[in-house]
């Protein structure tokens, strides 16, 4: 009670991930199912540190889609923005990390319900009720799900909520930061606050030097804050006024996926009852070193929601 409401707009779908790691797709002997979706993840951080979330997208009225919904409701998220397409099925990907290291993605899109929210199907009282808005998916950039995407901006931005963007690229399957720069340009432009890693910089910028001039580049007229998260070299942050680095925290790390959701899910419960953070250098930092330990503790386990500390997790890494 008391806490302001983050709602966050997007996909969410099962990543299927081999049983055994550092092999190809191909020779996978089986698969378990690894829900997530960056803001579906992002809605589930924020109530397991006892924060308030939503999640407004569609899924497929199939096995997967209530599956998903369930997880949702299970991790107190407000499931009332969540449309259930009747034709299409929910997104499935199956993702594997090849010995040689790269990444290797297949979708199920052709295309899945995520794509096919229609501004109509929003629910705007929700979306009117948000503080923040958080949104980042790659899927949200075709219609029609790109106008509902631009809508249900404008109407939380109209309401008052800040907006929060985080590309999420899912960099080997862009053709090129000129086409990814276009494509996103609408969203990014009105964001207040933007969170990239340091891979999105490099392949956004087109400049392998993570320095701040180049991650300045990035900056637009609306923004408030831009963070560039850095792995296990924690993060930097931009500001009109002031910038700097937050060390990250040393862990037993295991899987970073979710890592970057954790960070921003974090940084969005904090901010959303006092926006005074935005301009408070110091209380900023205090922030950022929370979200630090959030994504620390994200990658000690396996699987991306599984992993989401609690406050009382977080606390015992930064006091221990
Ligand atoms: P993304 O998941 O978007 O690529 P990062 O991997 O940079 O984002 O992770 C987000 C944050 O999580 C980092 O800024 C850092 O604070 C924390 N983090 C990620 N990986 C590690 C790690 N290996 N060790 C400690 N902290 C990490």
Known sequence: GGKGLIVSFGEMLIDFVPTVSGVSLAEAPGFLKAPGGAPANVAIAVTRLGGRSAFVGKLGDDEFGHMLAGILKENGVNCDGINFDQGARTALAF??????????????????????????????????????????????????????????MQVAKDAG???????????????????????????WDKADIIK????????????????????????HPNLTLLLVTLGEHGCRYYTKHFHGHVEAFH???VDTTGAGDSFVGALLCNIVDDRSILEDEGKLRKVLKFANACGAITTTKKGAIPALPTEADVLSLIDG
């Open 161 to 187: 909520a800040l907006l929060s963007y985080d590309p999420n690229l899912r960099l080997p399957l862009w053709p090129s930061p000129e086409e990814a720069r276009e494509q996103i340009k609408s969203i």
């Open 196 to 219: 990239v890693s340091d891979v999105e910089l490099e392949f956004l910028t087109g400049s392998d030097k993570i320095d701040d001039e180049n991650a300045m580049t990035l900056w």
């Open 95 to 152: 993702v594997t990390l090849r010995a040689d290291g790269e990444r290797e993605f297949m979708f199920y899109r052709n295309p899945s319900a995520d794509m096919l929210l229609k501004p109509e199907e929003l629910n705007l009282e929700l979306i009117r009720s948000a503080k923040v808005f958080h949104y980042g998916s790659i899927s949200l950039i075709v219609e029609p799900c790109r106008s509902a995407h631009l809508e249900a």
């Open 251 to 253: 862990v037993n790390t």
